[in-house]
């Protein structure tokens, strides 16, 4: 069994980059999913949970307790309607438009600390990272319904998926610069960064965004794991700032959960 790397101790590891970079087609838009207009969001960070699978739920439990909730949410063929975690994009999507939130409702001009809030802990998002057995291939699951509809009381490393079986952005860590860390341009042109935000406009700006306030040359390494035993389902997630931004497709799902929420209504 290959040891879970802390999130706070990726950035020490560097690989050997490669060459061969190639960026995908964007997914196409998938059916069935209802989003709030961005420019109303305001976000807020949910409490941290023991696992993944509680931080799931206590998301869903804390927008369906609410009479207007402005999370968005997504209805499966075989089951209701329910409130699901941010994607990737939209992770990445809140903490621009709340650096780029330079006032607040009342006229007041915001801190630097209060618009990058959200940079301040790593989020977990209903992204998935799936993984073929014994090869570096692995697909990008925008929406995973696995993720969304994962059991609370799930406390293992993984999903185990059938990889074939599932729809996303096909990609081959072997093929390109992955678990190192990148330069602002790489970031923009990586195949993976690409696949998950899918918005080049919007990843250029937060890469703009990270570089400019972390002041690193190389940072926002794309994590991925490699040759794994079994087909394997895992969560993407993006790191605080103060870890260098990567994104992380590794982690085990029986640890901490930390999510993103588009604030009630009431809220100004």
């Given amino acids: 069994m290959t040891p879970r790397i802390p999130r706070e101790r990726l950035e020490q590891l ?22 709030p207009n961005v420019t109303e969001r305001v976000y807020e960070l949910m409490g941290q949970t023991s696992t993944y699978a509680l931080g799931v739920h206590a998301l869903q439990e804390a927008c369906s307790a609410e009479s207007s909730s402005l999370h968005p949410m997504i209805k499966f063929a075989t089951a209701e309607s329910v409130y699901r975690p941010l994607t990737f994009r939209e992770n990445i999507e809140a903490r621009v438009k709340e650096y780029q939130r330079t006032h607040n409702a009342d006229g007041t001009e ?3 600390e209060e618009r990058l809030h959200l940079f301040g802990k790593w989020l977990d998002s209903c992204t998935g990272l ?9 697909k990008i699951v925008p929406l995973s319904q696995n993720l969304i509809t994962i059991d609370k009381d ?3 490393e993984f999903l185990p998926v059938g990889y074939d079986g599932l729809t996303g952005v096909e990609l081959d860590s072997s093929r390109g610069v992955y678990n190192t860390s ?6 923009v042109d990586h195949p993976a960064w690409r696949a998950a935000v899918d918005d ?11 570089f400019s306030e972390n002041r690193a040359d190389k940072q926002m ?14 969560a993407l997630f993006v790191s605080y700032l103060n870890s260098n931004s990567y994104a992380g497709g590794s982690n085990n799902l029986y640890i901490i959960g930390s999510f993103l929420r588009v604030a009630p209504s009431s809220r100004p």
């Fill in 221 to 234: 390494w794309f994590w991925v794991r490699q040759n794994t035993p079994s087909d394997e389902l895992r």
């Fill in 154 to 156: 799930f406390r293992t």
């Fill in 200 to 210: 080049v406009a919007l990843l250029r700006e937060y890469a703009t965004i990270v």
């Fill in 110 to 112: 915001r801190t630097k």
């Fill in 182 to 187: 990148l330069t602002k341009a790489q970031v």
């Fill in 130 to 138: 799936a993984y073929k057995a014994q090869s570096t291939q692995f």
């Fill in 14 to 35: 560097m690989w050997k980059p490669t060459d061969g970079i190639s960026v995908p087609e964007p997914p196409e838009p998938i059916p069935g999913v209802t989003t």
